[in-house]
């Protein structure tokens, strides 16, 4: 049973950066998808990005699309999301999430669709 462990999480500024880690242990995650999710206080989980760790190939919310990176290094079994440029609205705490083969774009707004979840890491904002 795959297990996964976020790290990374902390308080910035408005406009800072912040690197977010998942770590896999039990499996390899050379074809799984994993998606990074978060959810603030008193709104429903939302998908951020997702990366398909066979190829690569990822997908991004249109709410950070241009300010986060989703990447992946195998060899580690781990996951990362780069956040740049935050806002206040991206405070939340951010989940890592597994599931089996490839992604797609509908897996964001699917929360279902994955089946192994970490515990979560919180990111605060502040102006």
């Known amino acids: 049973q795959v297990q996964l462990v976020e790290s990374g999480g902390g308080s910035v500024q408005v406009g800072g950066s912040l690197t977010l880690s998942c770590v896999a242990s039990g499996d390899t995650i050379d074809r799984y998808c994993m998606g990074w999710f978060r959810q603030a206080p008193g709104k429903e989980r939302e998908g951020v990005a997702s990366i398909y760790t066979g190829d690569g190939s990822t997908y991004y919310a249109d709410s950070v699309k241009g300010r986060f990176i989703v990447s992946r290094d195998n060899a580690k079994s781990t996951v990362y999301l780069q956040m740049d440029n935050l806002k206040p609205e991206d405070a939340a705490t951010y989940y890592c999430?597994?599931?089996?083969?490839?992604?797609?774009?509908?897996?964001?707004?699917?929360?279902?669709?994955?089946?192994?979840w970490g515990k979560g890491t919180q990111v605060t904002v502040s102006s």
């Open positions: 999430a597994l599931a089996e083969g490839f992604c797609y774009r509908y897996f964001l707004s699917r929360p279902e669709q994955f089946t192994v």
